[in-house]
């Protein structure tokens, strides 16, 4: 079965230093991936993608993912944080050979960035 | 706001009562999923539109669950003869026609509870 999984429930970290939320994914074939981010009372948030390409993906708000294919990851980072990007963040996969494009997530993970 | 828009923002029913959500995706999108997402889960997969076919039904969406999209615009989500298992935040999201590589654009949400 295809599966992505985010080990961590939550995440903290104090403001103005670096932080990584983690996912790694269990999928036949080579995904495209995705990152979004839900903040309360509002829809998904699409934060960066990785297609092909350079292993490094820059995205929205200052985040960037690290693919690795060896590791079947894509972790979410950030070099440092902010209290404004305390929130839920999925990760996801799409599979290239799926005319559909649906998207499969991971559990999510709450980051709570401390001041 | 990501243009997509979901109406109503909050469901709350009695078991057995039937309830109807809108999507109203992005005017140029003609890819629409509709996903379900319960407490501490990422969202997961329900069905998919492209223009007013509907072209794939997840196992999860039972006999009481319909989705139609009659126009290849808006598309509604009925649920039958709900029940408390059906409590969850129902997510639209959509997409461009060549969308291989890009991102869904998701809804706020409606917010189902059922008493």
Redesign the interface.
């Known amino acids: 079965a295809q599966s ?1 999984a ?1 080990p961590e429930d939550q995440v903290n970290v104090a403001e103005g230093n670096p932080l990584t939320v983690k996912c790694t994914y269990s999928v036949s074939g080579n995904p ?1 991936l ?1 990152w ?1 981010v839900q903040y309360p ?6 934060l960066l ?1 990785y ?1 092909t390409g350079d292993n490094l993906v820059k995205g929205s708000y200052g985040f960037e993912a690290e693919f690795n294919k060896s590791q079947t990851s894509f972790h979410l980072k950030k070099p440092s944080a902010l209290v404004s990007d305390s929130a839920l963040y ?1 990760c ?1 996969v799409r599979l290239r050979m799926d ?10 993970t709450r980051l709570l960035v401390r001041p | 706001d990501t243009g997509v828009s979901q109406d109503p923002r909050h469901k709350i029913t009695k078991r057995g009562q039937n309830v109807t959500f809108r999507c109203d995706p992005i005017s140029e999108h003609n890819r629409l999923y509709w996903y379900r997402q319960t407490l501490g889960q990422g969202p997961e997969f329900l069905t998919y539109f492209q223009n007013e076919a509907q072209l794939e039904k997840s196992r999860l969406l039972s006999d009481r669950f319909s989705a139609e999209r009659p126009k290849g615009s808006f598309s509604t989500l009925e649920i039958q003869r709900t029940e408390q298992g059906d409590s969850a935040m129902y997510l639209c999201a959509s997409s461009p026609e060549n969308a291989q590589y890009n991102e869904q654009f998701f809804g706020p949400g409606t917010r189902l509870t059922v008493l």
């Open positions: 992505v985010q495209y995705f979004y009372n509002r829809g998904l948030q699409f993608k297609i999925f996801a005319s559909s494009y649906k998207l499969i997530f991971g559990s999510g």
